[in-house]
């Protein structure tokens, strides 16, 4: 076995609980990823040792604070490959960020008449902040439908994109589809057309290589609690001279550069962004993680999870009545696998699989137009990390197998 995997499941002491005292088998990673050893060593440390409101006290606490607040936005430019720090905006999550983008930078660029166009395998959060966009400015919300084997369709995105869209939103990686959209290839049609884009990176972060400046997004933005850290904290890159133009949409103290009492003047980018007391525990831990995935590897990250879905797909494929969602081909797919069982609710599979210590998602995924369109109202959705192994594969798809002929013995 690959030693550093073997080095790497020690740092996670959760995985070694038991659920209805079955050993835990956590498949519910595109929710939120698990949180190592030398992250949380690094959240309690700061804690300890350096707690102290940042950007206020010229105390030595104080200092020490920010400056690892700060260093910590570098981290993460560097990360996703940003030409600079003042880039990064700190928010509370993915979907912070991208009402953010939609409720300020929205309100710039987007008039009655334009047109918005987003995919329709888009989660929520990249969905209902631009229909709302395009409610209150009376304009057109435009979705990309899917290609026959579920993949994005680039023809009917190509077809869609017109000279009246303004922006275009797309995930990189679908929550439900465990597919990879061609965000490169849509930046550039998409600027061809004068339009901006934005990237939902919140299933990629921590799956994948992120080159901000390759891909030419115009803003991109990610969750911490999906890439080991914890939650309450997540990340909105975008180009700097369109924070520039942004405004901030919320106030008070941080963000402030001086006040009168008639009127105010913000900081530059990005602290104008930033109001309040931020959450710097969390941009510590955001910090470590960072450097854990970086140890690690994303390359080695990338290959151990396609390894793992690489074994599974065809495993699942050869249950009878399972329809998996999604691209067929391993090629395509990401390590996030949709299905339904044949006469079987969602609901009632993860139940019973929680049953056997095996921890999967059941719903729409905050994904209901998909669902929609897939024809379904919800499925189960397995998700796997470089944590799991092929031995959790086929402890999944044998209790997998056990759900499905308890619940047809029982029918």
Not at 244 to 252: D, R
Not at 283 to 290: E, N, P, Q, S
């Given at each position: 076995m690959d030693k550093k995997f073997e080095e790497a499941v020690k740092d996670f002491p959760i995985l070694t609980r038991k659920i209805?005292?079955?050993?835990?088998?956590?498949?519910?990673?595109?929710?939120?990823?698990?949180?190592?050893?030398?992250?949380?060593?690094?959240?309690?440390?700061?804690?300890?040792?350096?707690?102290?409101?940042?950007h206020r006290g010229v105390y030595t606490l104080a200092n020490d604070a920010t400056t690892a607040y700060e260093n910590v936005?570098?981290?993460?430019?560097?990360?996703?490959?940003?030409?600079?720090?003042?880039?990064?905006?700190?928010?509370?999550?993915?979907?912070?960020g991208l009402n953010l983008v939609a409720s300020s930078f929205g309100d710039l660029v987007v008039h009655e008449d334009d047109e918005i166009l987003i995919t329709i395998m888009e989660h929520h959060s990249n969905l209902i902040p631009w229909q709302q966009l395009a409610q209150r400015k009376h304009a057109k919300l435009k979705y990309v439908e899917l290609a026959a084997d579920q993949t994005l369709d680039m023809a009917d995105f190509k077809r869609k994109l017109t000279e009246r869209t303004k922006i275009v939103a797309v995930t990189q990686t679908s929550n439900v589809l465990g597919v990879t959209n061609p965000i490169k290839e849509i930046t550039k049609l998409a600027h061809q057309q004068q339009a901006y884009v934005v990237v939902d990176a919140a299933q990629s972060a921590a799956h994948q290589t992120i080159d901000v400046q390759d891909l030419d997004a115009d803003f991109l933005a990610f969750s911490g609690h999906k890439m080991l850290g914890p939650t309450g904290i997540g990340v909105l890159y975008?180009?700097?001279?369109?924070?520039?133009?942004?405004?901030?949409?919320?106030?008070?103290?941080?963000?402030i550069e001086t006040v009168s009492r008639t009127q105010a003047k913000w900081q530059t980018a990005p602290w104008k962004f930033e109001a309040g007391t931020p959450n710097i525990g969390g941009?510590?831990?955001?910090?470590?993680?960072?450097t854990y995935l970086n140890k690690l590897g994303m390359p080695w990250i990338e290959a151990t999870e396609h390894r793992l879905v690489t074994y599974l797909?065809?495993?699942?494929?050869?249950?009878?009545?399972?329809?998996?969602?999604?691209?067929?081909?391993?090629?395509?797919?990401?390590?996030?696998?949709a299905f339904n069982l044949r006469d079987l609710h969602p609901h009632d599979v993860a139940t019973g699989l929680d049953m056997l210590g095996v921890e999967v998602r059941a719903g729409h995924h905050c994904a209901q137009p998909l669902m929609t369109?897939?024809?379904?109202?919800?499925?189960?959705?397995?998700?796997?990390?470089?944590?799991?192994?092929?031995?959790?594969?086929?402890?999944?798809?044998y209790d997998l197998k056990m759900v499905k002929e308890f619940f047809n013995r029982e029918s």
């Open positions: 209805n005292d079955e050993p835990l088998l956590y498949l519910d990673n595109a929710a939120t990823s698990q949180t190592p050893n030398p992250v949380l060593d690094q959240i309690v440390s700061f804690y300890q040792n350096t707690n102290a409101n940042v936005r570098e981290q993460v430019a560097a990360f996703i490959h940003a030409d600079e720090a003042k880039s990064i905006v700190y928010t509370r999550s993915t979907t912070d975008g180009k700097l001279d369109l924070l520039n133009e942004m405004a901030p949409i919320q106030f008070g103290g941080e963000m941009v510590i831990g955001l910090g470590a993680a960072i797909l065809p495993q699942l494929a050869q249950i009878t009545g399972l329809t998996m969602y999604g691209p067929k081909t391993v090629a395509k797919h990401e390590s996030i696998v369109t897939l024809g379904v109202e919800s499925t189960v959705r397995a998700s796997m990390s470089f944590y799991n192994s092929l031995a959790d594969m086929d402890r999944f798809v």
